[in-house]
């Protein structure tokens, strides 16, 4: 969760250059969580319910890792769909991630996620697929992390009303938004990832399948590790697969976080100080419109409503 946090704080400071951005955490209080995620949320965090009586800027909701089959099923499902209800009639804009993504596209359109024939998980090429403000001054190309259980048919989105961005021929639709009153934004990757983020996730999923808490061995990040360390890697899988035991985690393969890419970065800065800008550019508007009285407040805030404790989204 922490780590999280950081990695949304971290690029939302690079992308403000110098816009002042007020900082909120909300979270849904619906699963249980361990004493340490318990206390760092009543430190850090807000319930979700405070947030229904307020007004804001921009909102991102993060992704989770799924615990049920179907999303309406989850036990947060009422909650975040009263978000994004909420999202429409009291935001500028709403950054919808991964999980979060899939959600709001149930909720508000009926389009159901398509379960993938085993985890999309690595660093994938994607390319522009439309103009929009959100994408001004993007490179036609660029690679982005994607760690997910499930897709959004593109077809389906775009005979909805969704607009497709960016687009990746492995990963499918990468970016696309639908304007409502509020102009919601959805993300099937992730931006947002440090250089380690799909390590650390690719370690948990080891864990987990050695624990006996996963059926299959996870496999590496698409083009995530350069040919040694999967070499490594590969060596490590063929002595966990035939002597599966949690002790094992205790040799995995130290890899120098040098070697491990984060060429999306300047892609993710660009979208979040386009979108920061979107919002600015939006509330001085709203605010001339409204021709009120009281000075202007240039700030801009944003809130992260996160849904569950898992310091990885994933969906």
């Known amino acids: 969760l922490r780590r999280t946090e950081l990695q949304f704080y971290e690029l939302l400071s690079a992308a403000s250059h ?6 909120r955490l909300f979270y849904f209080p619906e699963l249980p969580r361990g004493e340490a ?27 989770a890792e799924p615990r049920s089959a179907s ?15 909420w999202a429409e009639h009291n935001t500028i804009s709403t950054v919808w991630s991964c999980l979060a993504a899939h959600a709001a596209v149930l909720h508000l359109d009926s389009i159901p996620r398509r379960a993938l024939r085993a985890k999309l998980c690595g660093i994938f090429d994607c390319s522009k697929a439309e103009n929009h403000s959100i994408m001004a001054r993007a490179p036609s190309r660029w690679c982005v992390p994607h760690s997910r259980y499930n897709e959004l048919p593109e077809a389906a989105l775009v005979w909805k009303g969704y607009r497709i961005l960016s687009r990746s021929p492995e990963a499918g639709a990468d970016i696309f938004v639908k304007q409502r009153n509020s102009l919601f934004i959805f993300l099937q990757g992730h931006p947002e990832y440090d250089a380690g983020a799909l390590l650390r996730e690719y370690r948990r999923d080891i864990r987990l399948f050695l624990d006996g808490k996963r059926d299959s061995y996870p496999e590496i990040p698409h083009g995530y590790f350069d040919h040694e360390t999967r070499m490594v890697l590969a060596a490590y899988r063929a002595r966990a697969l035939s002597e599966p035991r949690l002790e094992l985690m205790l040799g995995f393969p130290a890899v120098i976080k040098e070697k491990l890419p984060h060429s999306w970065r300047s892609l993710a800065i660009r979208l979040y100080t386009n979108w920061l800008s979107y919002l600015r550019e939006q509330k001085a508007r709203n605010h001339c419109a409204a021709l009120s009285s009281a000075p202007h407040d240039d700030r801009v805030r944003i809130e992260a409503a996160h849904p569950v404790r898992s310091p990885v989204f994933t969906s």
Request: no cysteine; hydrophobic share 40%; net charge negative.
């Open 18 to 23: 110098g816009l002042a951005v007020q900082w």
């Open 37 to 63: 995620g318990r206390l760092h949320l009543t430190q850090s965090y807000e319930d979700i319910s405070a947030l229904w009586t307020s007004r804001l800027d921009g909102l991102i909701v993060s992704g």
């Open 71 to 85: 999303l309406a099923d989850e036990p947060y499902w009422p909650n975040l769909t009263k978000l994004v209800d």
